[in-house]
Each structure stands twice: as C-alpha cells, then as structure tokens.
C-alpha cells in the first residue's frame, strides 16, 4: 500500500474543549504519523480561500464564521493509504451517522462543530497541504 500524506484540522470546538491530545491520540493509535503541527487562527480570507469549493453551498457562510471563531490545529499526517485511513478514524461528517469510536461520533457537537476535517482525496490533500504548510514545515 502507498504511502500517502493527508490534511488533518482539529477544529475550533474542540480546541475550545481542550481534546486536541485525545484526537491526536487517535490518529496516531490507528498507525498515522504526525509529520507537521501548528495551532493558527484562521483570517477570514484564509478560511474563504480554503474552502472556497463550497462557496456557492448553503451553509458555506456558517462554515467560514464557525472555521475563524477560534484556534485550529492544522497537521499533516502520514502513513499507508493516509486519506482513506484519516478519514475511517473521523467517521461521517454527521456524527449521528458516525460510526462508534470515530473521532466524530465521540467528540462532535453538531455537524459544523465535528471537531475535524480530513482531506477528501490524494490530490485535494496535497493542495490543502500546500495552503497550509511550507515545504519546510514538513518533516518525517
């Protein structure tokens, strides 16, 4: 299997909730190594910018808002099949739909407040990881 890089964020409630260790935790118990960290403040021009996919999507406004309302931690994780392996461990963006002991089911408030975001795909992952990270910020 290949070995992959992903984006992770912890998201603004659950930094507020002081969980960022135990979602940590869990990305790496599931055999992901953290490659890069850093806990920023997103401007509002950066959280437009990146997600700016979903612009044209109802709830693209909230999303911004919820995204700049606090610190995140933004990490790239590494590992075999990273994307797909990250996105197992968050679980359904619903966390009613989530599946037990994901990062989701346990520890998210709403849908918008589901404490992660994981990159979708090999390719989304490398331009999420690349908004956010400087090649030398990366380190294995």
């Known amino acids: 299997m290949p070995i992959q890089q992903t984006l992770s964020i912890i998201k603004p409630d659950a930094?507020?909730?002081?969980?960022?260790?135990?979602?940590?935790?869990?990305?790496?118990?599931?055999?992901?190594?953290?490659?890069?960290?850093?806990?920023?403040?997103?401007?509002?021009?950066?959280?437009?910018?990146?997600?700016e996919v979903h612009k044209d999507r109802p709830f693209y406004n909230d999303l911004v808002s919820f995204m700049i309302?606090?610190?995140?931690?933004?990490?790239?994780?590494?590992?075999?099949?990273?994307?797909?392996?990250?996105?197992?461990?968050?679980?359904?963006?619903?966390?009613?739909?989530?599946?037990?002991n994901t990062i989701r089911k346990d520890f998210a408030e709403s849908i918008e407040a589901n404490s992660a975001h994981g990159s979708d795909s090999e390719e989304n992952a490398k331009n999420e990881i690349k908004f956010l990270f400087d090649d030398s910020e990366i380190v294995g």
């Open 15 to 51: 930094t507020r909730r002081n969980i960022t260790g135990k979602i940590i935790a869990r990305l790496e118990d599931s055999g992901l190594r953290v490659v890069a960290q850093k806990r920023i403040h997103l401007s509002r021009e950066m959280a437009e910018s990146f997600y």
């Open 69 to 100: 309302s606090g610190p995140v931690v933004v990490q790239v994780l590494e590992g075999e099949e990273a994307v797909t392996k990250n996105r197992d461990v968050m679980g359904a963006t619903n966390p009613a739909e989530a599946a037990p």
